[in-house]
């Protein structure tokens, strides 16, 4: 089983700067790498795949890179409305797919 | 609408036994293999259980292998998850999802609380 990790598990932001998530996996997982965006009593939502391509709608603030084990979300400028918590995912290896514990944005 | 609305959830005693729904719309269900993803009070997020589109593969989670059965109804546009043996650990709120790009399409959520 891939295990994910990520880091920090808590990252204080204050709006319009820039914050970046790393996520990082246990062995290589090529670009079959995802980011989450959960926000709370919602439900996640798809932010990137591929490690790099936005999902439809996803502002251009925010973007993926990284392959093989590292992997980084970068939120350009921090909106209101992006404090939230962010889980990376990977599909390369599966079952089982996994998720990383989470990363939480929060107001600075 | 694309969408995807779970149901069936609720409260149930340890050893229970309870059958959660998923009924999507807005887009061609058939096409696409789907996965049932659930999260525990104040804890991330853990894969469930997965099927493809015409049920030749099926995956469990191994918390869960034995007890929970996944399956789906493409002319209702259905997903299910049979989830028998339930213990407190079992307490989440289950997230059916699609699987296109990543899982691309959540639904909103059911509550699954095991409680004596």
């Known amino acids: 089983e891939i295990v994910m990790t990520q880091s920090p598990a808590t990252l204080s932001v204050s709006p319009g700067e820039r914050a970046t998530l790393s996520c990082r996996a246990s062995?290589?997982?090529?670009?079959?790498l995802a980011w989450y965006q959960q926000k709370p009593g919602q439900a996640p939502r798809l932010l990137i795949y591929g490690a790099s391509i936005r999902a439809t709608d996803i502002p251009a603030r925010f973007s993926g890179s990284g392959s093989g084990t590292e992997f980084t979300l970068t939120i350009s400028s921090l909106q209101s409305e992006d404090f939230a918590f962010y889980y990376c995912?990977?599909?390369?290896?599966?079952?089982?797919?996994?998720f990383g514990p989470g990363t939480q944005v929060d107001i600075k | 609408e694309v969408q995807l609305v779970e149901s069936g959830g609720g409260l149930v005693k340890p050893g229970g036994s309870l059958r959660l729904t998923c009924t999507a719309s807005g887009f061609s269900f058939i096409t696409y293999s789907m996965t049932w993803v659930r999260q525990a009070p104040g804890m991330g997020l853990e894969w469930v259980s997965s099927i493809s589109v015409g049920t030749t593969y099926i995956y469990y989670a191994d918390s869960v292998k034995g007890r929970f059965t996944i399956s789906r109804d493409n002319a209702e546009n259905s997903l299910y998850l049979q989830m028998n043996g339930l213990s407190p650990e079992d307490t989440a709120i289950y997230y059916c999802t699609r699987v296109g790009k990543a899982f691309d399409l959540w639904g909103q959520g059911i509550l699954v609380t095991v409680s004596s």
């Open positions: 062995q290589s997982v090529s670009t079959n």
């Open positions: 995912q990977q599909y390369n290896n599966w079952p089982p797919f996994t």
